[in-house]
């Protein structure tokens, strides 16, 4: 991709129109345009069904693919050549005709707690309101802190911080990369540890989605990979996809480099968080989708099965 005739005289770039998406592809463009100064970079913002449909949780109107949909159709109609995603926004199977073709390294991944009145989650008093968008973060809330009160909480950031501090709830747990990547660090009164609430599968991290039938345009953002995130990252996703993750599956999957290996963390869990198996797994890099479907088949032994099927059953009389 060094040669000028290879390299194409224009790439557009799907986005999101949200404050933290519209960041994420400023972010690429400038690594893009960086990378190869003779093509212009330019940035398609859309409007997703995602973005739209704002007083119903995530997992009852269709879940994570609300946000790329359309994206993909401007991918589809040539009127973009790849899309940037948060990571953790991204279903775990690819729709057909479309590829992750990479994954930048990760920011912060953990989850945040922003309170005006709080500086940490232990300290919430009985009765408290605390806002999620996640049931994954729900079922650890329910599970370790049943004395509180967990109200949904929808909207790009910061409609979730306007709420918070119109005083609509006492603390909201939010994503700590969106908060550092639009400067807004300064609202994070502590990170949550994995051992507190294990991150989603891919949080923190950027993935650039490129057209399958399109091996230049893959070839062209390979500069953006990261390779020790990309195994992170493919093993969680792997456990995730074994596990039929999504947005309707209180799910953490968090992977990491540790001694030369890679250590995966997984849970499971209810929505009440009543009902919760973990597990974890260490081993070489290169088997990262192994190792994650490995996670699964621990998981799946402890009863994830049986979870998993209540909250199919709940979901299908939803």
Known sequence: MDS?????????????ESRLAMWQAVHVQGRLAAQFPQSQVEILGMTTQGDQIL??????????????KELEVAMQEGRADLAVHSLKDVPMVMPEGFVLS??????????????NKYA?????????????????????????????????LRGNLD??????????????????????RLGLKERIRSLLTPEQSLPAPGQGALGIETPADRPETAALVAVLNDPETAHCVRAERALSRALGGSCQVPL??????????LWLRGFVAT????????????????????????LADMLRAQGADAILAQLAHASAGQ
């Open 4 to 16: 000028s005739t290879s390299t194409p005289s224009r790439i557009v770039i799907a986005s999101r």
């Open 55 to 68: 007083d119903k949780p995530l997992a009852a109107i269709g879940g994570k693919g609300l946000f790329i």
């Open 102 to 115: 990479a994954i930048s390294a990760r920011e912060t991944p953990f989850d945040a707690f922003v309170s």
């Open 120 to 152: 940490a989650l232990d300290d919430l008093p009985a009765g408290a309101v605390i806002g999620t968008s996640s049931l994954r973060r729900e079922s650890v809330l329910r599970a370790r802190y049943p004395q509180l009160v967990i109200k949904s």
């Open 159 to 180: 409609t979730r911080l306007r709420k918070l501090d119109a005083g609509e709830y006492d603390a909201i747990i939010l994503a700590a990369a969106g908060l550092i």
């Open 252 to 261: 953490g999957g968090y992977a990491i480099f540790d001694n030369g290996q």
């Open 271 to 294: 929505a009440d968080g009543k009902q919760m198996v973990s597990a974890e797994v260490r081993g070489a890099p290169q088997d990262d989708e192994a190792l994650g479907l490995q």
